[in-house]
């Protein structure tokens, strides 16, 4: 696994403690198109092309199975939270339901963690059981995927459906990860049955698009009344600030 908080003061990605990767690779290229009209690949993947190709041996669109990975959070006494999984998405199609059942076996082992799942592939949440220390997120459309392009309202269609799906999930934790925050998302989010939600801005690198003002105003007044935590990503450029984490999370 890896540790998010670094000893150099580098928070890494702030909202877990470590990354934990039991099966790498994706086939969604998601890709996001700038406000300025530029369009940017999902950042796994340029990592896995640039500077991990030694990982990736047979691209970044095959799938690959660690199992000599699944171990390692049985491995790490103190509780943490673990993002699960940060270089692919576990609920991908192509991912055998073993691979994820024996992924969910040691989630239901390492009782004392909290488990982040985070996925795009949303129908897919329906054929598991989810122990309750695993909190179950999905991810605001990209721009593009599987090479094509989303419209703004098949984007917002899907944000539809993925809460929709959620609703029916029975675990103590649904979250959302806004990353970015790229239209007026909160009149969707009306009602939904998220436990906790991040926000985030839009990069390219080191540039960085913040959203609308009156975007992420409205998110928060909408989150705010229906008792959802909040958690801003460090690349927005928001006050007050909020890093917030569900109730449950304070036992960690
Ligand atoms: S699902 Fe995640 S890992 Fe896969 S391409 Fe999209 S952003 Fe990248």
């Known amino acids: 696994m890896n540790k998010q908080q670094k000893p150099n003061g580098g928070r890494g990605i702030e909202w877990t403690n470590f990354t934990w990767n039991p099966v790498q690779g994706c ?6 198109e700038m406000p300025d009209g530029s369009i940017v690949p999902c950042y796994v ?35 943490s939270k673990i993002f699960l999984d940060s270089m692919s998405d576990l609920m991908g199609d192509w991912v055998p339901d073993e691979q ?13 963690h909290t488990f982040q799942l985070l996925t795009k592939n ?20 990209p721009s593009f995927m599987f090479g094509k392009a989303l419209s703004l309202n098949q984007q917002k269609r899907m944000v ?3 809460l929709d799906i959620l609703g029916k999930l029975d675990v103590p934790v649904r979250w959302m990860s806004i990353e970015p925050l790229s239209f007026d998302i ?22 960085v698009y913040q959203p609308q003002p009156t975007w992420i105003q409205n998110v928060i007044e909408v989150l705010d009344e229906q008792g959802t935590a909040i958690f801003f ?9 909020r890093e917030e984490f569900p109730e449950i999370a304070l036992e960690l």
């Open 27 to 32: 086939q969604h290229a998601c890709r996001w």
């Open 45 to 79: 993947e340029v990592i896995a092309k640039r500077v991990a190709q030694k990982a990736y041996p047979h691209g970044f669109e095959h799938h690959y199975w660690n199992p000599q990975k699944l171990d390692e959070p049985l491995k790490v006494v103190e509780p």
């Open 100 to 112: 994820i059942e024996q992924v969910l076996d040691i989630c239901r082992q390492a009782t004392w």
């Open 122 to 141: 949303a129908p897919r949440l329906l054929e598991f059981d989810f122990p309750p220390n695993v909190w179950v997120g999905v991810s605001a459309p």
């Open 160 to 162: 539809k459906r993925q």
């Open 186 to 207: 909160a009149p969707l989010l009306k009602g939904s049955p998220l436990e906790w939600a991040i926000i985030g801005a839009a990069t390219n690198g080191k540039r």
């Open 233 to 241: 990503k460090g690349n927005l450029d928001w006050t007050p600030w």
